[in-house]
């Protein structure tokens, strides 16, 4: 119903106003915004994690990770990579894509234009600082983008991406089985996964669910015959 409700909004031409409030909703993000969808080359599924790094769970993801053979991507937030800059350069070192989610999680569309660059340039400099890696993808909190969004990102020299499905994996109701049914429901040749590696947005002990998830959803992945790794493999 929000889905059918905002296309309705799009086609009467509320996009101007409306585009980035609707654009973390799939259906709708492939009319407004094709370039941000994040649909890669076939054969290849991008894996990838939003919100951390954190002490508690991100080392699980990543032992987790490393045992089933997978690289991903992480999208960090700044404030999160100066509380644990050791964690996040673990996390480079490991071999696993860094990526940039903004410094503090707050929507674009509550923020003046110089407050979305200045806090996108914070976030960019704090990971680039602690995994001595050049960081080339923006996703903002919340996946919604305001029209200073692609300024931002292009005065960061980041691509903005965005995901093709979810786990819904903050719910504290999520379980393995939910996430990997969630993101089942538009696991596309080509999509791109969003799962989170911190529960500091999601209700407590979340990110055991995606945790969970994750063997059960690279064997899927891998029996439909497609590769799954960080979104620098991606071909976008
Ligand atoms: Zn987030």
Excluded: N
């Amino acid at each position: 119903m929000r889905v059918r409700t905002a296309a309705a909004l799009a086609t009467a031409g509320f996009v101007a106003h409306a585009a980035p409030s609707v654009t973390a909703l799939p259906p709708v993000r492939r009319r407004v915004a094709p370039a941000w969808h994040a649909v890669g080359a076939p054969g290849h599924v991008a894996l990838t994690f939003d919100d951390g790094p954190d002490p508690v769970s991100t080392p699980r993801v990543v032992d987790e990770l490393d045992r089933l053979g997978v690289k991903a991507t992480f999208f960090m937030l700044g404030s999160m990579v100066r509380l644990s800059p050791g964690l996040a350069a673990e996390v480079a070192a490991a071999g696993h894509e860094v990526a940039v989610h903004g410094d503090v999680h707050v929507s674009e569309l509550w923020r003046s234009p110089g407050a979305v660059v200045t806090d996108l340039l914070r976030a960019r400099d704090a990971v680039a600082h602690a995994t001595g890696s050049t960081p080339r993808w923006f996703r903002p909190p919340y996946g919604i983008v305001s029209s200073a969004g692609p300024v931002a990102a292009r005065r960061a020299g980041l691509r903005l991406v965005l995901w093709t499905t979810w786990g819904r994996d903050w719910r504290a109701a999520a379980t393995p089985s939910s996430v990997v049914a969630d993101v089942s429901r538009d696991l596309c040749d080509g999509a791109t996964v969003l799962l989170h590696d911190s529960d500091c947005t999601s209700d407590p002990g979340a990110w055991r669910a995606a945790v969970g998830a994750l063997q059960p959803l690279t064997e899927l992945v891998r029996a439909r015959g497609w590769r799954i790794g960080p979104l620098a493999e991606h071909g976008l």
